[in-house]
């Protein structure tokens, strides 16, 4: 794991388990909240490994992010640079087979439906129609200017914030 923070031993050994709980890695020994709790550390030192390690897996969140959102702009410049070589081979080829020891291409015959009409003028049976979700902000903002609007209020909450 990325580690901006040396953190003491004890919560740096824990791993998370998906149910709340934590083992740790060496002893096996599984935590839930009150072993957490009666950890022989100062309650300021225990607060500030928390917090030292929440930003230790926020920035390694970021660095992974940062890296998906790198492989996937590879992955569209690859996808853009196969398509383009794709149609320049079937433009060359005009319909041709073509066959070597290591690859070979032909063509196939396929029906595609192309729409040039009206949407308005298509059975009702034929359309598809998305899952519909909440407009959140307009809502928000809505309930902010006094209007009322059932199932929904504004709830303020402490939102803890770590630098």
């Known amino acids: 794991m990325l580690s901006l ?46 917090l030292l390690y929440y930003k230790n ?13 790198a492989l996937n702009e590879r992955k569209a410049r690859n996808t853009k640079r196969a398509d383009w070589l794709k149609n320049y081979v079937n433009e060359s080829l005009n319909g041709e087979k073509f066959r070597t020891a290591r690859v070979s291409a032909s063509h196939r015959k ?14 009702r049976e034929y359309l598809k129609f998305a899952d519909p979700t909440i407009d959140k902000a307009g809502v928000k903002k809505a309930l902010k200017d006094g209007a009322e609007i059932k199932g929904f209020s504004l709830v303020d909450k402490d939102n803890l914030i770590i630098k």
Do not use: H, M
Request: net charge negative; hydrophobic share 35%; glycine share 6%.
């Open 110 to 123: 396929s029906t595609v439906l192309e729409f040039n009409g009206n949407i308005g003028d298509v059975p």
């Open 5 to 50: 923070y040396k953190l003491d031993e004890q919560l740096e050994r824990l791993i998370e388990l998906e149910d709340g709980r934590a083992v740790d890695g060496e002893t096996g020994e599984i935590f839930n909240k009150e072993d957490f709790d009666s950890l022989k550390l100062d309650r300021e030192k225990k607060i500030e490994n928390c």
């Open 57 to 69: 897996l926020v920035a390694e969140s970021k660095a992974i992010a940062d890296e998906v959102k």
